[in-house]
């Protein structure tokens, strides 16, 4: 296979961009890409790179008294007719190229060209972001070799439109079940119907007043919500069990326990079980390099209202944030793209940054 990561493409995070949107890496399919990435940082003599599985690791050892991460995802979410890329005017249009392979291109350009930053400086190229977490490339790294996420500062290089988005909110899933008595539809008064039992915790669900919380002048929504329904036996059946999904997405001033207990309060008298949860981070602001590229970005920073993998650090005690070119309300957009100066800006700003 011929790499398309050539020297004149990795020299301009625009053409960059470019080429790894062109090879398709929905989740699942890295391994195409990981060897095109490996390929090149092997060739640059300033790194010492490794792989576990479809993550690739390259780092500077320069003797600095700090070291930053910079993390990227390696895989998208699946094609939909958005494959290989258009450009248009100022725009690069194509699967990924919001979410996030622009903040990829933006790393994979400074670790092939900047051979002295003032950090000593991990890459970390990562497969399974969009998947389930056990698929995940830095929970497999962090399993396998956790000395590669140790850092003093980390940055996920995830779509925020060129701004700050700090730490991020956790996220949990519950069931809350309600019953009922079977009974022949034809004779419904002799069941009790666990559907209609549904509409009260519905109601609940209308009547929520959601929190806003701001830490560290970053205001987190909260947001409590149906993301599902299942119940029914058959078209004469009154049925005796129904489930209700519910996503809540909450503030990192909270941990899951804390979360699950206030979605168990929500629901009080009813069955809520747990079936997924995941912490969320503080904003992490106040270390040295952080507060230097909040400096270079020149902008406020914002919360990040969603999930990342900026959690996975902070669990670890690294202060991390979020940062990329991309749009993150394009993100898994059938007309997913991004801006070709935002790429530009966002160069411009992590080399201002590390260099």
Known sequence: MTNPLTPPIL?????LTR???DIESVSGNEKQIADCVEQVLRAVPHLRVDRHQHTVMARTDLGRP???????????????GNLPARTDGDLIHGCGTSDMK???ALALHLACTLPEPRYDVTYLFYEAEEVESERNGLHLVAQAHPDWLAAD???LLEPTYGVIEAGCQGTLRAVVRTTGTRAHSARAWRGVNAIHAAGRVLARLGQY????????????REGLNAVGIRGGVAGNVIPDECEVEVNFRFAPDRSVEQAAGHVREVFAGY??????A????LPGLTAGPAVELLTAVGEPPAAKLGWTDVSRFAALGVPALNFGPGDPNLAHARDERVEVGKIRDGASVLRRWLG
């Open 209 to 220: 007043q959601p929190r806003r919380v701001t830490i560290d002048g970053c205001e987190y």
């Open 11 to 15: 020299s301009d995070p625009v053409e």
């Open 153 to 155: 500062f980390a940055m």
């Open 271 to 276: 069955e809520a079980r747990v079936i997924d």
């Open 102 to 104: 622009s903040g990829v």
């Open 66 to 80: 700090l070291r930053v991460v910079l993390a990227g995802h390696l895989d998208t979410v699946p094609v939909a």
């Open 19 to 21: 080429a790894l949107v």
């Open 278 to 281: 995941v912490a969320g981070a």
